[in-house]
């Protein structure tokens, strides 16, 4: 990789510390979760507002570090073995995040094994699921007049929160103590508010979840990372 003064991106969104992990990311569930992370590890930052417009993830500074187009995405100029770093995919930035900082990634390999499976939860199921769900709920699928769509995004998210509560029975945190894995999943399932979906999948049915996310936005350093970069 080349110094960030010379990355494309950087000729876009400059970097005003580039000792520091840049952050290319806006506050939606998936960019949260390198911000929150970021705040919870201590690690210093420097954090760049990318917008969901096209404009921004679709242009050819964007497109250098993340070919995929979608936010969040990292640089880190102290990456390990020496080099810089750069990483899409939030999941990948949590579980780098957690191995750079040292932790919130468990304390024995059974604890590890056990996180990542959650976090991949997250990543295959409840981000997909209720991303689509919130697409035909509350954005332009709302006017497709076949209700299969809705009716199968509804169930599946309906499926995935009773996961969920089962697995919190007797525990505070998903996979045993506070993780990346609540990173991931607690921004997702908040996300059914603003979809205005709550209703419609039970949320108040589900009582475990329901005290969940209001523990996990009740941590400071979420407070502070749910507003980063900031909208405005």
Not at 156 to 168: C, D, I, N, T
Not at 189 to 198: K, T, V, W
Not at 219 to 226: I, N, S
């Amino acid at each position: 990789m080349t110094a960030l003064a010379d990355h494309p991106i950087s000729r876009r969104w400059p970097a005003a510390h580039p000792d520091r992990i840049q952050l290319y990311a806006f506050p939606t569930p998936n960019g949260v979760k390198a911000s929150i992370m970021l705040e919870e590890t201590g690690l210093p930052y420097e954090a760049h507002k990318i917008t969901l417009s096209d404009k921004d993830v679709k242009s050819p500074e964007f497109l250098s570090l993340n070919p995929n187009n979608k936010i969040p995405a990292i640089i880190d100029p102290n990456g390990p073995d020496g080099a810089p770093l750069e990483l899409f995919e939030s999941g990948a930035i949590l579980l780098y995040l957690g191995e750079k900082a040292g932790m919130l990634l468990g304390e024995t390999a059974t604890e590890r094994h056990k996180i990542t499976q959650w976090l991949m939860f997250q990543m295959g199921g409840v981000g997909p699921m209720l991303g689509q769900l919130g697409f035909f709920w509350k954005f332009a699928g709302k006017d497709v007049k076949d209700p299969l769509p809705r009716t199968r995004y509804v169930n599946e998210a309906r499926r995935l929160l009773s996961v969920v509560e089962g697995a919190l029975d007797g525990r505070d945190w998903i996979a045993g103590p506070y993780s990346v894995a609540d990173i991931a999943l607690c921004p997702w399932l908040n996300a059914l508010e603003f979809y205005g979906a709550r209703d419609v999948v039970g949320w108040d049915d589900h009582p475990n979840c329901v005290a969940y996310v209001k523990r996990f936005y009740e941590r400071p350093a979420v407070q502070h990372g749910v507003n980063i970069p900031a909208r405005d």
